[in-house]
């Protein structure tokens, strides 16, 4: 579903399908963040997808700064079709 269609969109701006790109696993981090938060909503005390998701925010955290030193424009793109960081009224 929405997996698939970013898949898809990667590929056609990079002609090859990467699955170990740096876009690819932010998104991948992204969704299984976005499920073990609605899973933690109902489940406040199930302390070890807090620590999974801990684990996964750090991860996720290191690739973004990784792909913001070494690629700006990237970075940017990625955040704003992933929508995970709020924008500064400058």
């Given at each position: 579903?929405v ?9 056609q ?7 170990g ?8 981090f992204t969704?299984k963040?976005?499920r073990?938060?609605s899973?933690l ?10 620590r999974g998701?801990r684990?996964?925010?750090?991860k996720?955290?290191r690739?973004l700064?990784y792909?913001?030193?070494k690629n700006?424009m990237?970075y940017?793109?990625l ?10 009224n400058r």
């Amino acid at each position: 579903m929405v997996k698939n269609s970013f898949i898809s969109l990667i590929s056609q701006e990079e002609k090859e399908e990467d699955r170990g790109s740096v876009e690819f696993q932010v998104f991948s981090f992204t969704n299984k963040i976005r499920r073990l938060t609605s899973h933690l909503e109902f489940h406040k005390k199930d302390f070890i997808s807090q620590r999974g998701l801990r684990k996964i925010l750090g991860k996720r955290q290191r690739l973004l700064t990784y792909l913001s030193n070494k690629n700006g424009m990237r970075y940017k793109k990625l955040i704003d079709q992933l929508d995970i960081r709020e924008r500064k009224n400058r």
